[in-house]
Structure formats: structure tokens, C-alpha cells
T-cell receptor
Framework: DAGVIQSPRHEVTEMGQEVTLRCKPI?????LFWYRQTMMRGLELLIY????????DSGMPEDRFSAKMPNASFSTLKIQPSEPRDSAVYFC????????????????FGAGTRLSVL | AQKITQTQPGMFVQEKEAVTLDCTYD???????LFWYKQPSSGEMIFLIY??????QNATEGRYSLNFQKARKSANLVISASQLGDSAMYFC?????????????FGKGTLLTVNP
């Protein structure tokens, strides 16, 4: 079975440029998450979607960051304009439908996109 | 206060020996879930094992087991018969509240090195 697919794996850009990260969740999963990983702050949840609808975007650092999920099989995270402090590894994860009270809701991660903003 | 604490920044173990990675958590919820993920040097995050707060048995998945001590709020990962491929960063994470709440909080991680 295909896992979560992220592209690109590596992105190098210059300050001020627009960056778009892409994610294809596991088929049948209805929740999607974007995380950022840095040495200083560890893994931080940026935003998550349930059934393509953004549920919690409180982790999005500022207005330069935006995320969309136009359908169940695709999501983007956009940074515009990018800044050097945005350099990090960005992960996408998906989770299956879990309406039961004690559902595990295991999140499965993609390989990540390593972003470098010069 | 940190919700997930991993006190061991780094651990070393000899190949074929067992190792325990510590994790303590802080929550006032009765229903919660605890997870361990592995991140090898290649960077991907790999789910290893899950323990629900109401699970009476400690979770096991192959060579991985979770030593769940609810009263002490600890969820230590035990890796038996370590292999060189186990060298990686290991993260403990918690989901507070029922399964319908999807948010995970991660610890800072423990870097495990398996020596031949």
C-alpha cells in the first residue's frame, strides 16, 4: 500500500520566494496534518484537516503560511514570502476515520520536505 | 509544564541487548493515547506502537513493547534484542482526550545508538 507521499523531498529557495509543499494522504484516510520540525522547537503541528475542512490552524506561525485541501487526496502548504527562519523539515501525516470514543487514530507520516530558505 | 518529557537526549546499547527509552507525560484527561515513533537518519517518521489509557495490557509489537505505568504517568519503550538498524531518534507522543481529538504532542526525542 502506498504511504503518505510528499513532494518535493528537498527545496532550496531564496528569501522572498513563494514555496509550495505538496502532500497526498493515504487513500481512505480522512484526516490530514501538517507538521514542522526544527532543532529548536521539535515537532510542531501547524494545521489539521478533517474531511478536507481545516479544523485547527492555531499552529500556523503567521499569515505567510496557508494550507489547502481541495479534495481528499491532495493538500498543499504554501509559504509566501519565505524567510530564512522557515527553514525546517515539513511533514504531512494522515489518519484514518476514527469516530469511536477510544479510537487509536494513528497518524502515518510522509518522508518530509526539507526546506532551506537562503 | 511540558506534556511529554523524554529525559534521555542520547542512549547507547550493544547489539542484541535490550534497551528502555523513557517517557513521562502530563495530562488531566482520563482518556488519552500514547504513541512511539522512530525517525532514522533518512528522516521519515515511522509509527511503532500505541497504548490507550484504558488498555489493561501493555502494548507489544514484535521487538517493541511499551511499559505503561499509569499511576506514574510513564510510557517507556522497550526494544528487545537491539539491531544496528534500530539506531535512530525515538519520539514519544500523546493524544489527550477521546479518539475524536486528533492533536498529538511530541517529546523532544531520544537518540539511540546501537553499537556492534
Amino acid at each position: 500500500d502506498a504511504g503518505v507521499i510528499q513532494s518535493p523531498r528537498h527545496e532550496v529557495t531564496e528569501m522572498g520566494q513563494e514555496v509550495t509543499l505538496r502532500c497526498k494522504p493515504i487513500s481512505g484516510h480522512n484526516s490530514l496534518f501538517w507538521y514542522r520540525q526544527t532543532m529548536m522547537r521539535g515537532l510542531e503541528l501547524l494545521i489539521y484537516f478533517n474531511n478536507n475542512v481545516p479544523i485547527d490552524d492555531s499552529g500556523m506561525p503567521e499569515d505567510r503560511f496557508s494550507a489547502k485541501m481541495p479534495n481528499a487526496s491532495f493538500s498543499t502548504l504554501k509559504i509566501q514570502p519565505s524567510e530564512p527562519r522557515d527553514s525546517a523539515v515539513y511533514f504531512c501525516a494522515s489518519s484514518p476515520k476514527g469516530e469511536r470514543y477510544l479510537a487509536k487514530n494513528i497518524q502515518y507520516f510522509g518522508a518530509g520536505t526539507r526546506l532551506s530558505v537562503l | 509544564a511540558q506534556k511529554i518529557t523524554q529525559t534521555q537526549p542520547g542512549m547507547f546499547v550493544q547489539e542484541k541487548e535490550a534497551v528502555t527509552l523513557d517517557c513521562t507525560y502530563d495530562t488531566s484527561d482520563q482518556s488519552y493515547g500514547l504513541f512511539w515513533y522512530k525517525q532514522p537518519s533518512s528522516g521519515e517518521m515511522i509509527f511503532l506502537i500505541y497504548q490507550g489509557s484504558y488498555d489493561e495490557q501493555n502494548a507489544t509489537e514484535g521487538r517493541y513493547s511499551l511499559n505503561f505505568q499509569k499511576a506514574r504517568k510513564s510510557a517507556n519503550l522497550v526494544i528487545s534484542a537491539s539491531q544496528l538498524g534500530d539506531s535512530a531518534m525515538y519520539f514519544c507522543a500523546m493524544r489527550e482526550g477521546p479518539g475524536s481529538n486528533y492533536k498529538l504532542t511530541f517529546g523532544k526525542g531520544t537518540l539511540l545508538t546501537v553499537n556492534p
